[in-house]
């Protein structure tokens, strides 16, 4: 059993900027990544980034890709999620999953409690 604890997030301008914080009591050999996911009020759960425990692939959907940036301390089992030039559309609950790396939410074993995320214009 992996327990997933996220921080950070809050109310913020757009333009502005946060940092996600996910904090893992553990790894799983099952589950050898940590996504972040957001889902807004009224919309499905979408995958917004990936990264593995090992090497340096990493993997956005295409309306984070150069604002967001995931990444890793793994001496702490944390995984981190820097969001800049945050828009409206932005807003959700930002959630950390460890799974296998897909961008499926299906395909992740844990997840957080989530963090809500709201940006103002």
């Known amino acids: 059993q992996v327990q997933l604890v996220e921080s950070g997030g809050g109310l913020v301008q757009a333009g502005g900027s946060l940092r996600l914080s996910c904090a893992a009591s553990g790894r799983s050999s099952r589950n050898p990544a940590m996504g972040w996911f957001r889902q807004a009020p009224g919309k499905e759960r979408e995958f917004v980034a990936r990264i593995y425990w090992s090497g340096i692939s990493t993997y956005y959907t295409d309306s984070v890709k150069g604002r967001f940036t995931i990444s890793r301390d793994n001496a702490k089992n944390t995984v981190y999620l820097q969001m800049n030039s945050l828009k409206p559309e932005d807003t959700a609950v930002y959630y950390c999953?460890?799974?296998?790396?897909?961008?499926?939410?299906?395909?992740?074993?844990?997840w957080g409690q989530g963090t809500q995320v709201t940006v103002s214009s």
């Open positions: 999953a460890a799974g296998d790396g897909s961008s499926r939410s299906s395909r992740y074993e844990y």
